[in-house]
């Protein structure tokens, strides 16, 4: 069973539109976070939810939103798409100072 | 804000020889991780690094963790095919784990 899920993997879509992504963890750990990973394949923490807390939240334009319904779900939720926003994203999980578990990635694309 | 360097930020190998990529922080680190991502795919954990002067090895890849604790290598003796992707380094603790290096993506040439 894969640990850290993420759908959909590949994703085209306009420039404009909403769209999400959705994360599920099977492991049961206390704080999920999604990354960006741009075309020079720079890591960069999005945000971090800890026990359905918003914990992080880097300098990311509010059009990004993270949701969790429960402890093993954190979904983004993309609003009116822009070009820059092609990149992969990456749903990830931890315990406390553990280590970080990493989904598959989805690869999105702004046309 | 607080920057995790990593160098080279690229490096181009013959199979058969060794590499090195080094992680360097403004800051003193509580711990520290090594991750590998594949060509197309997730990071995946490699090692933790905790003590000071701390080494440790994993088959053909040997991890330090500076003195200071400060700063980090990671080391691939005789490199293969297979060693192909990008290495990151990651300053753990809490709130702070949040923070990975820029990466250093390794080629092997057959």
């Given amino acids: 069973d894969t640990a850290v899920s993420q759908t959909p993997k590949y994703l085209v879509t306009q420039m404009g539109n909403d769209k999400s992504i959705k ?6 750990h206390d704080t999920m976070y999604w990354y960006k990973q741009d075309s ?16 992080i939240n880097e300098t990311v334009p509010n059009r990004f939103s993270p949701k969790s319904p429960d402890k093993a779900h954190l979904n983004l939720h993309i609003n009116s798409l822009e070009l820059g926003d092609s990149a992969v994203y990456f749903c990830a999980s931890s315990q406390v100072e553990g280590t970080i578990y990493f989904g598959e990635g989805s690869w999105l694309t702004v046309v | 804000g607080q920057q995790v360097m990593q160098i080279p930020q ?6 058969g020889e060794d590499f090195t990529t080094y992680c360097n922080s403004s800051t003193t680190l509580s711990n520290i991780q090594w991750y590998k991502q594949r060509p197309g795919g997730h ?6 690094l905790v003590k000071s002067g701390e080494v440790k090895k994993q088959k053909r890849l040997t991890f330090q963790f500076g003195e200071a604790k400060k700063n980090s290598s990671l080391h ?12 990151f380094c990651e300053r753990g603790g809490n709130t702070d784990k949040l923070i990975f290096g820029t990466g250093t993506r390794l080629q092997v040439f057959p």
């Fill in chain 2, 43 to 48: 990071p995946v954990f490699l090692i933790q």
């Fill in chain 2, 10 to 15: 690229y490096q181009h190998v013959q199979e």
């Fill in chain 1, 23 to 28: 994360c599920e963890q099977n492991l049961g």
């Fill in chain 2, 76 to 87: 691939i003796t005789a490199t293969q095919t297979t060693d192909v992707g990008t290495y």
């Fill in chain 1, 40 to 55: 020079k394949k720079f890591l960069k923490i999005m945000f971090s939810y800890n026990n359905k807390e918003l914990i």
